[in-house]
């Protein structure tokens, strides 16, 4: 079957397009290499809870039950994910992953998974900033214990002893702060910490993005361009943070037992009194990545114009 549109993710901002391109009566699929919807979220660490409040986590309109200002635990997500997708009635194939994306001589897309090939006039690539996680060549024998944010659950994984977490952006502070009630934590960070509350005057730090129109600043203009440097820490987790972490500087290298910083003495990967066990944290949160209801950012291929466009909606 040929489709006008193929979606590839079926995450929040895959499904948010299948319901937009639905309201348009649009001949599309959405192909996700995942079980069911919300799956992103799932593997998430246990502990998560959004710093975005339920109403500024909605897609379309579409209640997200609870108190609308409280801040939603991630397995809301995946039930309101699931809910969104049933209630819509939006098609999607799970356990398709796409391999590859090439073009006919007749401009038509012709997306490759595992077993299927489907052709579309068009294709929507929406498969997340954080899907795929990224892991720095720092291997050395020396580093007892190493595991990537996205593969860690809760503190019973990390074995005794000092833990070394690389990276201070949110999810970084978010696993320090849980780590230091039972692990003695060093924290690396690269740039200064810079925090913001999650609610100012009782209203949530996300209302007033809205209420001064930050969240619907053009990314390409001056301002745009300083919030997303930003990448603020938000809530209250880097107080305890600053209490119970030694803050470092970047992480230079790591070699024959040694952890080599900027601006701060190398510390041991074998200290006489536990491990040093590293956890990393490559995704951060920037400040314009958006919550769910507001603008989205997807990478759409027309089939007509031949190159790659960003499209907001
Ligand atoms: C630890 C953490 C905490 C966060 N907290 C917040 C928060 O509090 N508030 C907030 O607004 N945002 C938060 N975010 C950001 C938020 O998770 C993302 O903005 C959001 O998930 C992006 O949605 P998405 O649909 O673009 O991608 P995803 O939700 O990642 O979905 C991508 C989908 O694509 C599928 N996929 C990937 N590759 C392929 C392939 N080759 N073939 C087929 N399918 C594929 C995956 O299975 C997945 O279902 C957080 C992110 C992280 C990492």
New binding site residues.
Partial sequence: MEYDVII????????AMGYALKKKNKRFTI????ES?G???RQ??DS?????PRN??QLHGFLFNGDPAG?PH?NEVVAYLKRFKEDNGLPVIYN????ELSQEEDEKFLVS?QNHRYKARHVVV???????PFVPKIHDSSIPFMIH??DYKNPSQIPEGEVLIVGAG??GI?IAAELTRTHSVLLAKSKPIKRLPQSIAGRSLFWWFDFLRLSKENPDSMLGKFLQKRDPIIGNDYEIVKKHVEILGRVKSVNDGQAYFQGSSPKKCHQSFGQLVIVMII?G?ILM????NME??FIVMESQTKKDSILLV
């Fill in positions: 590839v993710g079926g995450g929040q901002a895959g499904l192909l996700d290499e995942n919807a799956e992103s979220w998430r660490y998560l809870q959004l710093f975005t500024y986590s801040f991630k398709q992953k796409v391999m998974t929406a498969t997340g900033a954080f899907y795929h944010a996205s949110n999810t978010q995704h949160l990545e958006s919550p769910m989205t950012q």
